[in-house]
């Protein structure tokens, strides 16, 4: 099992399964060298210069903490290019509530990803309010995730987004795709 | 004086456990490790996380019990109703049975 | 009542499934007990002073003779041969070994039951108004509502790391008997002026540390946007209730330290970004959900109040019972009958897998094959003929169920408390013992009228205290049981939180407490109409803290 889980820490997941991060996280801009892909902190992407925060040469990402505020993003998402929601505790879901917002409320069209201590239980409900990916560091979620065991539910009581996506007997319920 | 011993919870059934002197979980408290200073209270400490460890039990505490003859008395009124069982249902809990034969 | 579809069932089994790998694998070794606690707790698993407890959801209180009987086996083969029914309206089994916990779950789902979120911080087992359906003063039936939140809140993925555990009811009569207004979300199912169904919602009411009574943020919303309406609410508070102190952590603090005004602008201000959304209902999944909980086909039976007339005039007891214990149904030819289980001197709640069976029989034959369970820890059976009334009296006599307290002195919330549970400072279970004994006696407790006493063993608070008309908290002072009483709380539509009188009496004290207050009641009250909670309200709490503490003024 460990074997597993240590072979892939540190890559990235997504439905299509783990591959290399081609992000690298900093704190400020400058410790970053001419990396591509980057993600800061909110604050520091929010003091970027406009223009290079729009320089199509390279990516940068912004990192949220369940305690930040994702509305200074809003008027800004179609420039985005990555947005980290934070799970330093598996047991905070404020990450939840702004995952559903970003995608279905302001349509946010950039990877959305999942940061954190996430439990393999969790990682259905992270696909369900919409995350695209997630970078994770709890061994037990790794392995499953290795062998692509979800832990989906065969239905949903609600409606979004993941493996369940077909209205069910009642408009609230979602059962899989044909 | 009050003296120490160091309690728990069964992980299979959940049923209240003392640490004896002979190293196992007892069902009672008669015959629990009695510990009379520090040290000993650190070594029962250390029992209990190793006893966590090997998952053979939960919630584990060191308690305050009297000795009084040769019975131990919890000083909380909270561990002598672990010790015996639900004060209005005398049939039931530990208090119900009728021997006090120790099993690990 | 609701049935499980095939998408339910397997829903259920899903989770029982997991679970019982979780089980295995905690039982072999392979989970800690740090990793598995919150898994167990998810599905009602808890560990208390002698063994695991199991909570098992009961939604909305509503279940059949079938189910009923199965709690009975649960109870008989896997327990210790009875169970304690709860101010949640669930059940709950007070030594089940964590071995046996995927048998049981199995158990339930034979019978379209489980313990899902019977724990942890989500969104609980929604509870309505017990006599739901039937009552002859309810406007419409709360429990269609009740149901589509049950699903719509099963395993939320949004919503279930909330900041703490949230609780929602629903009451669809005026008279409020689910105590909506201490709830995190209270709905109060009504008819506009144009005679459509909508809610009042209430939110931020709730009980524990700092008690609170509910604000109202909508006088009607209309029923096709109760999950809409709801999401927002519950994502306001997943998203800015506190998560830096576990006693700060509900909606009732946000509630309060927001500002009612400012939080429902939050609220509606996010309803409006989703209103529109899938969630809104159609009417015919509403009506699809609302078929399952007609009114049953009941036959005429006018011949019962002749009959009831005979005997009660042959049985005093019987009419006492009658009087106190049957409520009016919608249906004249029928009553909605409350089977009390408070025998004088017994354990609230609390009941044997005999008695289980024996409720279980008589709703088969004599209630449409329907039971509730009350917050006050009641059993009703809601549809019994006025006809039928005698011979069901006859039937729960046979195994002491038929105490005629329903609403009486000695009809006593209280928590399991000290004798069971791990949180509590203090018994609960002997307090109300005493008090029952103190008071049982029949004519004594009629005199006195309709008193409703709560009692928890601990700040959080499962006894309801803080809406007693007499509350009382156990606490523990230097290594003693000590109990503090208030006054004056009510958890009906006009939500009171109860006054403490002062300081606290000891376990030997708090009965004549009790009696003292009782006492002053019967002496200042303006005549047998005025009930304990209106005289209070007419007089407040010095009367009864001169009674209770200024011995000399008492001795007249």
Known sequence: MSDIS??????????????????????????TGDAPAVILPLAAWLGLDESIRNNTNRKIGVSVAPGESIDPLLPLLDTIPLIALQFPAFNDGRSYSKADILKNQHQFKGEL?????????????????????????????????????????????????????????????????? | MSVKVLTANRLTDGEAVWLGANGEWLDHIDGALVARHAEAVAALEEAGKAAIKSNLVIDVNVIDVEERGTNLYPLRLRERIRQLGPTIRLDLGKQAEKTSANAA | MYRYDEFDHAFVSARVEQFKDQVERRLAGELTEEQFRPLRLMNGVYLQLHAYMLRVAIPYGTLSGRQMHKLAHIARRYDRGYGHFTTRQNIQYNWPALSDMPAVLDELASVEMHALQTSGNCIRNVTADHFAGA???????????????????????????????????????DRDRAAIQVHDIGLHLKKNEAGELGFAVYIGGGQGRTPMVAKKIRDFLPIEDLLTYTTAIVRVYNLHGRRDNKYKARIKILVHETGTEEITRQVEAEWQAIKDTDLKMPQQDVDAIDNYFRMPNLPQRPEGWSQLAISRKAD?????????????HKNPDYGVVTISLKPIGGIPGDATDAQMDLVADIAEKFSNDEIRVSHEQNL?????????????????????????????????????????????????????????ERFGQPERQADIGELKIKISGCINACGHHHVGHIGILGVEKKGEELYQISLGGSGDEICTIGDITGRGFSSEEIVDAVETIVDRYLQVRTDKEENFLATYRRLGAAPFKDALYNETANAA
């Not at chain 3, 589509?148 to 703490?164: A, G, V």
């Not at chain 3, 011979?391 to 209280?414: S, W």
């Open chain 3, 135 to 173: 009552a002859a003063d309810e406007v419409a039936d709360p429990r269609p509502y009740a149901e589509i939140l049950r699903q719509w809140s099963s395993m939320h993925p949004e919503f279930s790391y909330l900041p703490r555990k949230f609780k929602i009811a629903v009451t669809g009569a």
């Open chain 3, 316 to 328: 005093p007891s019987f009419a006492r019972w009658v009087d106190q214990n049957v409520t009016p």
């Open chain 3, 380 to 436: 009703v059976l809601p549809h019994v003929a006025i006809a039928d009334l005698r011979i069901v009296y006859d039937l729960l006599l046979t195994d002491g169920l038929a105490t005629a307290n329903a609403g009486l002195i000695t009809d006593i919330i209280a928590c399991p408390g000290l004798d069971y549970c791990a949180l509590a400072n203090a018994r609960s279970i002997p307090v109300a013992q005493r008090i029952s």
């Open chain 1, 6 to 31: 240590e072979s892939v820490a540190g890559e990235l997941w997504g439905r299509e399964g783990f591959r290399e991060d081609p992000y690298i996280a900093a704190e400020t801009l400058e410790e």
């Open chain 1, 113 to 178: 990803r999942a940061v954190g201590d996430v439990l393999i239980d969790q990682v259905a409900y992270m696909l369900r309010t919409g995350f695209d990916t997630m970078k994770v560091t709890h061994a037990v979620t790794l392995t499953r995730l290795a062998e692509h065991n979800l832990h989906d539910a065969p239905g949903y009581y609600q409606p979004g987004r993941g493996s369940h996506t077909v209205p069910g007997a009642y408009s609230w319920r979602r059962v899989p795709g044909a």
